[in-house]
């Protein structure tokens, strides 16, 4: 399973957040793209019309166990996924950005 850790990501890297709603109401990557794991399947085609063509997907939850398998489910299905390991809690751990739903500084749960 390909995977980077946080510091890997640079500012203009595409991020898929695969958490379910209340987590990413609560806090989130800004620029990230929302798809819940229990929602992926039905909403593959969000994803194949917003990342970037011939780039990297990097797949992020909250600690990067549900993340690794949607990263290794795009991976089969011919994308360039890659787990962030340790999720959205090394995210907020190492001081990036998290926001709420409103723009306005969030928290991990």
Not at 17 to 30: I, L, N, P, S
Not at 33 to 51: K, N, Q
Request: glycine share 12%; charged share 25%.
């Amino acid at each position: 399973m390909p995977t980077v850790v946080v510091d890997d990501l640079a500012s203009g890297d595409f991020l898929l957040d695969v958490r379910e709603d209340d987590e990413w109401q609560a806090g989130h990557a800004e620029g990230a793209l929302h798809i819940p794991m229990s929602d992926f399947v039905a909403r593959y085609g969000e994803l194949t019309e917003a990342a970037p063509q011939d780039g990297r997907v990097h797949v992020i939850c909250r600690s990067g166990a549900r993340s690794a398998q949607v990263a290794m489910y795009l991976g089969q299905q011919g994308i360039d996924a890659v787990n962030v390991d340790g999720g959205m809690q090394v995210w907020e751990a190492t001081g990036r950005p998290v926001v709420d739903d409103k723009g306005q500084p969030g928290t991990v749960i």
